[in-house]
């Protein structure tokens, strides 16, 4: 049979197609809203003569990586160490991973890793990290550069005091194997006084203690143009931005019209007058809310509201459209979705497009990649 739809997969050429004529659900990406987000962002991270670092778990596709470089960012971020596998293996060589590495396997993955690139660093924020670390790398070619990861009130990971990141400090500088790298912190959004706070406090004990500190990394992407606050910071590390999402428009670090990806679906029922579902689920748009009360932002229709995701289907509550603009079976809409970081790690392929035309489809390298 002959095929009518073009295959979104990686290689396929659909080069020229209208992205209406895309199967849905799919995600696409338009290329100068992603263009703008990478310059717009890098500008202002070079007016503050901070050094950018972008993560690239948002969209775990090595030719973005390589735009962003491009741009002038130094080096990136990965979340796992397969993931800082895949983009080693595309030539990336300055690769930051921010999660403790616990295990045997992470461990010898990660000395193989160290020894292929030059700029590997990892973080820690506590002595069984630290222990399996330098027992890993005690007589490993080339030390591991570890930073230590520090609460400064995002309440996830790292050390609770200025006072306890001295001391994993000075654990990681006396361990076999490792070498001290600074600091760093994920901290909660618009937090800037209170990092800035630890960060400063924490490299007057390391002065202290004659302990050189060369990378101090803040992060986050929501309130990132306030990221020139926290002085101390060498660098500030950032994923979302490149794609930005319903969330980030909420945070006020963009608008809905800096928003490159859209998840494109499709209307398959009109049960009832005031009910559409859509072919888009939890597959497709991911059961993040993120504090929201639905699941996305429908750019045509955005008195709809998405209330609720099974794995195949959407169903948006039309209530609140006009009588005589909603959604009919068969038309297509675009959804922006709570966080486009999941999204990535649904699809094996990401489409691209300029004014609806399609430029390109990149293969997420690094989809699945998960410890």
């Known amino acids: 049979m002959e095929r009518k739809l073009p295959d979104p997969t990686p290689g396929a050429d659909l080069t020229g197609s209208r992205i209406e004529q895309l199967s849905t659900p799919v995600p696409v990406i338009d290329e100068d809203r992603l263009a703008a987000n990478i310059a717009r962002v890098q500008a202002y991270m070079d007016g503050q003569g901070k050094a950018f670092r972008p993560h690239i778990k948002t969209h775990k596709i090595p030719a973005l990586a390589e735009q962003q470089v491009a741009a002038g960012a130094k080096g990136i971020n990965c979340q796992k160490v397969t993931e800082a596998e895949v983009f080693a293996d595309a030539g990336f060589d300055d690769i930051l991973i921010t999660f403790n590495v616990l295990g045997p396997e992470k461990l010898e993955r990660l ?27 005690a007589d490993a070619k080339r030390p591991l550069v570890v930073l230590v990861e520090c609460d400064t009130g995002g309440g996830r990971c790292g050390v609770q005091s200025p006072e306890a990141a001295l ?22 959004a618009f937090t800037e006084e209170a990092v800035e706070s630890f960060f400063a406090s924490t490299l007057k004990l390391l002065e202290g203690k004659g302990i050189a500190c060369p990378i101090v990394s803040n992060g986050g992407t929501p309130s990132l143009f306030d990221a020139g606050k926290v002085a101390s910071a060498t660098e500030h590390r950032a994923g979302t931005y490149i794609y930005n999402d319903r969330a980030m428009v909420r945070s006020g670090h963009c ?27 939890s597959k497709a748009l991911t059961s993040d809310l993120l504090g929201f009360d639905d699941f996305g ?33 068969g038309e297509r809409i675009r959804i922006i979705p709570n966080h486009t970081c999941v999204v990535s790690n649904l699809v094996d392929s990401m489409v691209f497009h300029r004014n609806g035309v399609v430029t390109r489809v990149e293969p997420v390298a690094a989809r699945g990649r998960v410890w």
């Open 167 to 188: 001391g994993l400090a000075e654990a990681i500088v006396a361990a076999p194997g490792l070498t001290f790298g600074g600091i760093l912190t994920y901290p909660k």
């Open 297 to 329: 932002y429908v750019v045509d229709y955005p008195e709809a509201v998405i209330t609720g995701l099974s794995e195949e289907h959407g169903v948006l509550d039309l209530s609140k459209c006009a009588p005589d603009a909603r959604p009919q079976i």
């Open 255 to 281: 608008s809905f019209d800096d928003c490159a990806m859209h998840i494109l679906a499709t209307v398959v029922s009109r049960p009832t007058d005031s009910r559409a579902v859509i072919d888009a689920g």
């Open 111 to 137: 000395v193989a890793l160290n020894e292929q690139i030059s700029g590997l660093k990892v973080v820690a924020d506590n002595d069984v990290t630290v222990q399996g670390l330098s027992g890993a790398f």
